[in-house]
């Protein structure tokens, strides 16, 4: 009889033990769904960011607002302040209303001249010989004119040249692939070529010359430079006003 009481007695106990166990993962799971289920403050983008943008520019133009939501849901890289994106670029596009995370930035050196254009701005390689592209006097960051010259026909049907600067303070963002240094470095009438920032109504007058005229690279004072009056020239204009006036 006293070894039945004790298995029964056994057997209650653990009986209890697995209640007591079972009742503290329910209590523990209960309270992770709560914490998962908790409110927290995120920031969400106010409207879409295209790819490219700076932080700086998000953070200027109020970019991000705060939303809240499940603490679940946020996602990987979710920053809590602006200013985590002061010093990087969008990689990629964040829609309206999307959370925004680390993830989709980048800092501006990984985005190359992606971070140096923005709107209608376009990057465009140029090629050309060397004296044209001011071969070992040019180099990155410097601002530069570019003249065109090309054939018109006159009163009498005939081929009249003519020339005029067609492009002024284009920025020069890199020189080309594969030199060390960020100057054009090769001389003589060898090719080269160099990247420009234009805007895309920019590119097309510098497709145009390329394909129906010539054109030579000017290059800008670094400080405080002054543009003349638009003006042309042919043939007439060069043997009336002679030199011009003093600058």
């Known amino acids: 009889m006293n070894y039945r009481v004790k298995n029964i007695g056994i057997?209650?106990?653990?009986?209890?033990?697995?209640?007591?166990?079972?009742?503290?993962?329910?209590?523990?799971?209960?309270r992770h769904v709560q914490q998962g289920e908790g409110k927290v403050t995120v920031l969400v983008a106010a409207k879409d960011i295209p790819a490219g943008t700076s932080g700086a520019d998000i953070i200027d133009q109020k970019l991000l607002k705060e939303?809240?939501?499940?603490?679940?849901?946020?996602?990987a890289g979710a920053i809590s302040t602006p200013d985590q994106l002061?010093?990087?670029?969008?990689?990629?596009?964040?829609?309206?209303?999307?959370?925004?995370?680390?993830?989709?930035?980048?800092?501006?050196?990984?985005?190359?001249?992606?971070s140096q254009i923005k709107g209608t701005q376009r990057a465009y390689e140029l090629g050309g010989s060397a004296h044209q592209l001011l071969?070992?006097?040019?180099?990155?960051?410097?601002?530069?004119?570019?003249?065109?010259?090309?054939t018109i026909k006159n009163a009498?049907?005939?081929?009249?040249p003519v020339?005029?600067?067609?492009?002024?303070?284009?920025?020069?963002?890199?020189?080309?692939e594969g030199t060390s240094t960020t100057r054009v470095t090769s001389a003589g009438d060898a090719p080269e070529s160099v990247q420009l920032r234009l805007t895309d109504a920019q590119s097309q007058k510098l497709i145009w010359i390329?394909?129906?005229?010539?054109?030579?690279?000017?290059?800008?004072?670094?400080?405080?430079?002054l543009d003349s009056s638009n003006t042309f020239q042919d043939a007439r204009l060069m043997l009336f006003d002679g030199p011009g006036r003093r600058p």
Do not use: C
Request: glycine share 6%.
């Open 210 to 225: 390329q394909e129906h005229g010539d054109f030579f690279i000017t290059l800008r004072p670094p400080n405080n430079s």
């Open 156 to 160: 009498q049907d005939e081929d009249a």
């Open 67 to 75: 939303q809240t939501v499940p603490r679940k849901a946020i996602v």
């Open 11 to 30: 057997a209650v106990g653990l009986a209890a033990l697995a209640a007591i166990l079972t009742s503290v993962y329910v209590i523990n799971y209960k």
């Open 163 to 176: 020339s005029r600067v067609i492009l002024r303070d284009i920025l020069v963002m890199r020189a080309p």
């Open 86 to 114: 002061a010093q990087y670029v969008a990689t990629q596009d964040v829609y309206e209303g999307e959370q925004v995370s680390t993830r989709r930035f980048a800092p501006p050196r990984e985005q190359g001249i992606r």
């Open 135 to 150: 071969a070992g006097t040019l180099k990155s960051g410097d601002h530069i004119d570019v003249v065109g010259t090309w």
